[in-house]
């Protein structure tokens, strides 16, 4: 069992650079994945950037050059680290872990961020 909790959410103005932190309830040095997805309203959930237990790393288009993603084995934690916000990075942020042997899935309940002048 893992459990997420991502914070660092809020209303942010067009070009600010927020960092979301996701904790994990336990060491994620042996998670196979541990990813962002968003869902911005009346759309599908999609991912933004994921990060191997290797340390390899995969972005969305839309967010490359703009976001990173990082993990602190020792904090047990996630970050994604949001630069020259648009109105359309506007969606609920969802942190995921990838576990394998046996394979599960976990989600962490979401943050809200807000893009807007």
């Known amino acids: 069992q893992v459990q997420l909790v991502e914070s660092g959410g809020g209303l942010v103005q067009p070009g600010g650079s927020p960092r979301l932190p996701c904790a994990a309830s336990?060491?994620?040095?042996?998670?196979?994945?541990m990813a962002w997805q968003r869902q911005a309203p009346g759309k599908q959930r999609e991912s933004v950037a994921r990060?191997?237990?290797?340390?390899?790393?995969n972005y969305a288009d839309s967010v490359k050059g703009r976001f990173t993603i990082s993990r602190d084995n020792a904090k047990n934690t996630v970050y994604l680290q949001m630069n020259s916000l648009k109105p359309e990075d506007t969606a609920v942020y969802y942190c995921?872990?990838?576990?394998?042997?046996?394979?599960?899935?976990?989600w962490g309940q979401g943050t809200q961020v807000t893009v807007s002048s």
């Open positions: 336990r060491s994620i040095s042996s998670i196979y994945v």
């Open positions: 990060i191997l237990s290797g340390g390899s790393t």
């Open positions: 995921n872990a990838l576990v394998l042997n046996p394979k599960n899935d976990y």
